[in-house]
Structures are given as C-alpha cells and as structure tokens.
C-alpha cells in the first residue's frame, strides 16, 4: 500500500471515472494539431504515468503529520487532473491539491465525477466568458460531461441556455436547466434567426466563421475541443472581429472543487452518470467512452466505503 509523507493524504479509493481525458491519452487521440505537443508532455516512447484517471471519491485512510485540513474517516472528493493515477485502490496527493470533503447528500457515484466536467464548465463559463444572468448561452455537447456540467452552471449563473445534442438527450438536457434544445442532426442553430452571447463548443465540430454571424455584441466563442489551426487563428480573428475567441486548458484548483461542492449543495449541479462498471471491466469502461456517445460520466468503481 501506498505510504503517506508529511504532507500527504492518502485517500482509498471507492469511486473514479473514465472521462474522455483519459481516454483521449490511452488512444493517444488528441485534437488535430496538439499530438507532438501532448507525446511531449505525457510521454514520447511510453507513458510518463502509466496509471489514467483523474478524479476520485474515497476515504482517507491516513495523513502526514503536517496535514490539518483532513483526518483518517473522511469522505472526500479529489481532482488529480493531468497528474492522473486515479485507477488505484489508494491515491495519494498533496494536502494543498484539489481536494474537498464530499457535499452533504452525494454518493461516491456521484463525488467522483464532479471535478472534470464541473472544473472545466466552471473555468470556461465563470472565468474566461464571464456569464451574466440575462446572457444567452449556447452549449454545443450538451449531453457530455462538460455540456451537462456547463448547462446547469450557466443556469445558475441566470443565463438563457440553449443546449445544441442528439434527439435521443433532448428531455435529459431540458431536465438539466436548458431553456431550449436543438437537435444538431436535424437542424443547423445558425439559421434559427436567434443570437447567443456565449458558445460553449465542448465537440469541436463548430468554427469562427460559423458562429460568427449568430453571436451578439461583446460574443465569447469557447472552443474548448478545437485544434490547434483554431486556436491559433483565434487571437487575430478576435482582434478583428472585437469578439473573444479562445480555447486552452482548464486549471486545476482546490478552490474550484470547494464551489462545485457549495453550487451541489444548493441542488444546482448535479453530475450526470451514464453508467457505472466495476474496476475489472474498465476496459468495458473505456469502449463506453471511445463511443463519443456517453451521457454525462462514465463511473468505475473500486472498493466500498469501509
Ligand atoms: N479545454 C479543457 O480544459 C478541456 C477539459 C475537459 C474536456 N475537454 C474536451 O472537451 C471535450 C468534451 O469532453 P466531454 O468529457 O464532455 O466529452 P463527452 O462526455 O464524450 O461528450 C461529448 C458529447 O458530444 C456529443 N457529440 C458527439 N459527436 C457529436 C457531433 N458530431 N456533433 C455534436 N455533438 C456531438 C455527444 O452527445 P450526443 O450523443 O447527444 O450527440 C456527447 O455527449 C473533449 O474533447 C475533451 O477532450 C477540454
């Protein structure tokens, strides 16, 4: 078993996810144009860590002797982020990293996939675009694990949401707070005649010059899964255009956790679980994943609660 030094918390883990961050890594299926930057990064001949998974639900079972924010017994909730090494029935992570004791009322089910989906909503809607009760808001992937989290967050902001899914995740996305849903197989949103204040493009599938003409004044246009061509494009076209157009990466705090954990515990964020499987099928876990088609998170489950 994993040790803890003085700084340290060791969480057992019950609960973890299989997000499409970590599948993303394993089929080394990455947004066009970032596959020598990520091989960089993660590993050029082999994985730098070999253990996926980047967020967890557990106990801890013990702290370093410097650790005051936690004690052996406690249910937390931690975000390893592209630290990973969540598929392990222990994880040990810094007493300073993203980690908060779960909200009041969840199941691990449900605390261990909080952090990818509501991290980034939180970053891209809260932080970059800066949503404001009123705004229009357009979420592209809204039945995934970002858009689901990124419906219900620009909810609560007090925006107007218009969630862009398949037929099939219309009522679940209506369920999650979206005000309108459109059904992307059957209908083009840029010919509705209507204008948006911020695009969430958690797909990758939309442009600038697509998006242009339907956003207001002042528009945001995140491309949160665009490749690099889009994203360097991006400064330029927002110069010109006066509009902001960006991208990048979603940090990963402490701070954010403990706000998701508050937004839950007012009822407002919900994570959405497509389905559970057992630590000895996540390879089933991650075909589930590799479909493109999940809704909300994929949960794996380790070991129980005590
Ligand atoms: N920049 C960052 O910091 C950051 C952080 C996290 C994730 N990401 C990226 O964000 C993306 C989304 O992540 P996720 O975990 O939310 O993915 P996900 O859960 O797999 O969701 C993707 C959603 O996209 C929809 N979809 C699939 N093909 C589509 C198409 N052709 N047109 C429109 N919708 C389509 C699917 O819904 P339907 O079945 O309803 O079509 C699915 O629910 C990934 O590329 C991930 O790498 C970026």
Redesign the pocket.
Known sequence: MATAGPDDVLIRVVATSV???DA?IRGANF?PGFGVLARTFLGITRPRQPILGMEVAGVVEAVGQAVSRFKPGDRVFAFSGIGMGCHAEFKVMRETAPIQLMPAGVSFEEAAVLS??GT?AL?FLRDVAKVKGGERVLI??A?????SAAVQLARHFGAHVTG???A??GDLVRSLGADAVID?RAENFAARGEAWDVILD????LSFPQCRPVLRPHGRLLL??GGLGALLKAPVQSRLSGLIIT????PERCEDLAELKRIYELGAFRPVIDRCFPLERIADAHAR?DT??????VVVLVGGPS
Do not use: D, E, H
């Open positions: 997000s499409s961050g993303r947004p990818f989906g980034t970053y592209n992937g039945s995934g694990s970002v858009g862009l899914c398949s099939a995740n992307y958690t797909v990758g599938s949160i899964a991208g990048g990466t979603a994943v493109g088609r999940k809704v909300g998170n």
